[in-house]
Structures are given as C-alpha cells and as structure tokens.
C-alpha cells in the first residue's frame, strides 16, 4: 500500500490498492518491533492512525525496505 | 436372573498398531505420507499429539507446544484430529480380530488383546495363529477377496505397522508386541517369560514420571533388575503399584484377556389397533421403535450394525426391510435412514397389522474402546463435527477446493501479531 508522510515521517494519506487515498485524521500509538534478529531479522514501525470517516487502522512500515503494511487482526 | 458369560483367555496376542491415529491419516490422505506431519491435540490444541517418522526425524515430539514444534519443523504439516473416524477404524480392526478369536479386549485406540485359548485347534501352533491373525489384517489391509474365512475389507492401514506379540497373560503379550519389528510378531512360549521380561528395559512397564526416575536413580533399568530386589523391599519404597510393578517384572501376573458377549438381538414391536397403511404412520413408529429398542440396558455399550424392519400385514402377507450401516451408529436418525428410504422405495404391499425392528448385529460402542467419544460433551463435539464435515462437502463440491480452514494459536505471546495464530486445512 501506498502512504504519504508528513516531515516527521507520520502518516498524512493512506491509499489502498483499490480507491481513492484517504486522509489519516489522527495518530494514535506509535511503537516499534525488533525482532528475530538471530535470523532473519524483522523490524517494524507500528502506527496506529484513525482516518476519514472515523476508521481504525493499525499501519506498520517495514523499516528494512520502507514498506507500508496494514495490520489485520 | 440372568448371568452375563465372561469370555476370557490366559492366552493373549497383543495387536499394536503405534499411532494409529496418525496413520488413518495418512491411509485416508496418501499425499501426507512424504510430509512431516503432526496431529494436534484433540483436548489441547496447541499442543502436538502424534508426530509421523519424517516430523520426528526434525526433532517434533508428542507433546510439544505447536509453536515449538514449527520452529523445529517448518514444513511441517498439522492436522485436526478426527475422532470419530480413529474410532471408527478401530471398530473395524476389532472387528477384523474378532473373525480370529471371540475373546478380544481393546486396550486404547490401536492397541487390542485377542484371546489365544483354544485357538489351537483351529490353526496349530502359535506361529499359525499369529500367521492368521495377520493374514485377517493383511486381507483387511489390501481388501481382496480371500479363501482364508478371515478376510475383511477397508481397513487401509499397511500390514507393516502391524506388530503382533504372543504370550501368557496381557503383560507378556504387550511386552513382546512392542519388541516386535513392524510388521512382525515377537512369541514368548510358556515358561519362557522369567527370561524373556528380565532382559526388557523399564520402560515397558506402567510406570509414571517420578517411579521411573527414582528406579534409574537406583540403577534399576531393567525388568530383571526389578525383579532381583526383594519384593518387599520394592513394596516398603513404592507401595502398592511397587507390589504390581515388581509382580509384573518377575513374571508373576498373567492378568487374561476378557472379552465381552455381544448382545443377542434387540426387538421392540408394536402391533396396531386397526391396520395402518399410511406411510407417515409407518415412519413415525419405526422412529418410536428405534427409540424403544436403543433403550434397551443390553445395548449399553454397543452400536448396531444390522437393523431390520418386520411387517405383518394384512391376509397373512408380510414386508421386510433390513439395512447394513456402514458405520455402525446409537444414532437414531442414522439407524432409522436407510429403513425409512427402503419404505419410500417398495413399501408394503398391504395395510400394517404389527411391526417390528429388530437391532440384529452390533459393533463395539465408544465407551467401549475408551477413547474420545465417552462422555456427554465429547459426544455433541462430535456430532458438531459431523455437522461441519457435512457442511464442509457442501462447499468443496460447489466451489471445486476446499476454502476451509481451522484457527489455532501458535505464538500468542508473539510481538507480531501474525505469528499468533496459524491456518491449518480443514479437510472433512
């Protein structure tokens, strides 16, 4: 997926693979994962946004190669 | 009053299938058999069960939480038990023993005793019954037709997981079973036992965790090691079960096999008022007869195999209709079925006068091979699941694959939440 940051690396726009981008309204928690480093290695940057139209979405960007996910339950 | 007849040997042939479980899977899903494969706990499913040789070679072992199991075996491939189906396998194994000998106990779902007294006179020498116990198993594992009367059909299980052990008494017999390469037989002939058990390891005894330990910390590890302490001194450390222990490793118990007397047939009748020809009429009675007759105390235990409906008619005619269930079932709807499509298909051919169902062959219930269905609760999981099997065909057959798959927790204190629970195919 898609996501437009502000200068301090937060999201402002979130778009999906089907639609229109939607705007990111808040950011709530922010966390961060590092994990299996003795293999191979995972590292995460979780945020917590509400966007548009009230929805709630936990995005995480693969800091390795600065991609966006979302997180499904 | 009446007296139930005890069928019971001192003579006993240990039948052991190991993981059995695991290979009725494997039998019915030949793709599994090149995979390392585990079956999750029925009770506890975020433990493994029953690990196939591949998964074992990874180093997966019975008990291991699934996450573990996974980390060790990546490839490795779970399965959703399905106790219904072990049991219903086991039906037919016993049933299959049952053509060898009428005294057969099962012990737990593939492990029975088969009762040897007398059978010399049918076959010969131990090594003929041994030979004719695996021979039903052989012909039930290929199901060819066979000139031998023991063959049997449908038990898809390859004859080399068959170990077979001979002796005198349960003990010896399982002790040798479980010497027994795959495929072969282990027979301990009488008097032989004393110097047969004493060079086996303590592990074939019932033994908990903590005796066992105790015993190797006392550099016991064998039977004849046990077996050489004084038995009271065996007793005064490990009390009563260290009597039986030290008993069972000197050769002292020869507990028999005991089988049990299957039912003679079960009939409930109903004779009506005036003649009744309508066929809704018809089918409610035979359901309130079913009822009946599945009420019966000599049932208990049992499920019916054969049941067979009777019709006096009017001008001295009559109608028969009898069904042969391929799973023997105490179900009601599921006895009732094929009696009441026989109906629907030639039904009598005059008004009813008396009708009768009869329960005329019967198969070994759950309670009886203790496994998984015992109790209330296990059975409305089991019926559950009949209900989702049916369900999941549904789809399979309109979609063409099966899109089925069963949620278990892996890691649920893992960080990243797509560890914490994993898919595994539901395939009915």
Redesign the interface.
Known sequence: MEVELDEDGMPTIVKRETGNGKRVETIGEVWR?D?EWWRQP?V?RYVEVVLEGGGRVVLFEDVITREWWV?K? | MTRTPRLTSDGAACCWIPLFALRCETARRPELAALPVALVGSDDTRRVWQVSPLARHAGVKSGMTVSQAIGLCPALKLCEPDPVHYDAQFSRLLAALGQVSPVIEPAELGRAYVGTDGLEGLYGAPEKIVEAIKCGMRNAECGIESESPLAHSAFNIPHSAFRVGWGIGKFVSWVAASRATPGGAVIVRSGEEGRFLAAQPLAVLPLDPDTYRRLRQLDVRTLGALAALPEEAVVSQFGRAGRRLWRLAAGRVAEPVVGRVAPEPIVAALTFFSPVCERDLLVHAIDKLIDRALGDPRRSGWRVQVVRVRAELEHAASWLAEATLKEPSADRERIAAPLKTQLERSPPAGAVERLEVEFTAFAAGATELQLFARDAQAAARAGRRRALRTAAQEIKLRLKRSLLYHVIEVQPWSRLPERRYALIDYEP
Do not use: G, L, S
């Open positions: 994962v994990d995972i995460r997180q339950p």
